[in-house]
């Protein structure tokens, strides 16, 4: 897996999906929004070598797709990127695309943000974005190549945040239900270096740089 990763990126000190991301691993149960229990002081993991599947083939859009600016690590940016494929029983699995999550206000003026999501509508990649609820609540969500198709053709760095922020703000108001997460029976724990995981599809989501 590790050929798959962009080059010169490592998550350092970013926790940042231990604590935005809900996990359902047998092994480890939380809701976004809270700081995973094994989570230390200094970002490291109590459980790192023994930490669930989840956890082991987990990385996010700026460890996998070049075409996210290197600005955007998520812990310094507020800005993470996640690759996601709908599916369906009647189709199957969809299109793979991007969902970015805005963690803060302050993302909005992240380096390299706009040129991001525009490098994805320019590819006709699809792009979700993702405004946090309270902790324990559903994300609010919106698909916004449509409104940002114009915006980007045009070159136009501040009309493309424009429609971020304004997204953003009608995300924060929207229907954040409360997460319930059902027992699990656990898993006997991996050995070190091993995963249950599928590889990533990194390579599916082609984007191309879009000049602002």
């Known amino acids: 897996m590790d050929q798959e990763l962009v080059a010169g990126r490592t998550c350092g000190a970013c926790n940042v999906c231990c604590v935005a991301l809900t996990i359902d691993d047998p092994a480890l149960q939380k809701v976004q929004g809270y700081r995973c229990r094994n989570a230390l002081p200094g970002n490291g993991c109590a459980i790192y070598e023994a930490r669930p599947d989840t956890c082991r083939t987990f990385y ?13 690590r998520p812990d310094i940016s507020g800005v993470l990127v996640q690759m996601h494929q709908k599916a369906s029983a009647a189709t199957g699995p969809g ?26 509508v320019a590819a ?3 792009v979700t974005l993702q405004i946090p609820g309270p902790p324990g609540h559903t994300y609010g969500q919106a698909q916004v190549n449509d409104a940002l198709l114009g915006p980007v053709r045009a070159r136009d760095k501040a009309g493309v945040l424009e429609v971020l ?30 995963g249950r995981g599928e590889g990533s599809q990194a390579a599916q989501i082609p984007a191309r740089d879009a000049s602002l």
């Open 60 to 72: 996010c859009g700026w460890r996998r797709l070049r075409w996210v600016r290197e600005t955007l």
């Open 95 to 120: 299109r793979m695309g991007v969902v970015v999550t805005l963690l803060n206000r302050a993302a909005l003026k992240a380096e390299g943000l706009a040129e991001t999501v525009a490098a994805a």
């Open 124 to 126: 006709d990649v699809p």
């Open 165 to 194: 922020r304004r997204a953003r703000a009608m995300g924060r108001h929207g229907d954040h239900k409360p997460i319930v997460l059902k027992p699990r029976p656990a898993l006997p724990p991996l050995p070190p270096g091993e």
